[in-house]
Nanobody, 120 residues
């Protein structure tokens, strides 16, 4: 089994910053892609940013230039630095990892989600 534990959400004023962290643990041989998704009330879940083990990065157009994803492969941890936050960034942010387990199975795992609220 693989577990993803997120931290770092909260309430912040517009223009402020937050840093999310997601640590993966368990029966992990390797992690291919780690990423962050978000879901706002009444909307579909969307990709925010993703990073491969080789460092290739993909951002949603709405966060380019404001958010930065990074990864510590040794610690199986992914980070999302969010700057210049806007009210429309308010959502539940969830971590995702595509994991190759020690039993050589490839599966997607999700964290429990962390609330980010941008409001004055």
């Amino acid at each position: 089994q693989v577990q993803l534990v997120e931290s770092g959400g909260g309430l912040v004023q517009p223009g402020g910053s937050l840093r999310l962290s997601c640590a993966a643990s368990g029966s992990i041989l390797s992690i291919y892609t780690m990423g962050w998704y978000r879901q706002a009330p009444g909307k579909q879940r969307e990709l925010v940013a993703a990073i491969t083990s080789g460092g290739s990065i993909n951002y949603a157009d709405s966060v380019k230039g404001r958010f930065t994803i990074s990864r510590d492969n040794a610690q199986n941890t992914v980070y999302l630095q969010m700057n210049s936050l806007k009210p429309e960034d308010t959502a539940v942010y969830s971590c995702n990892a595509r994991v190759i387990t020690r039993s050589l199975r490839v599966s997607d795992y999700w964290g429990q989600g962390t609330q980010v609220t941008v409001s004055s």
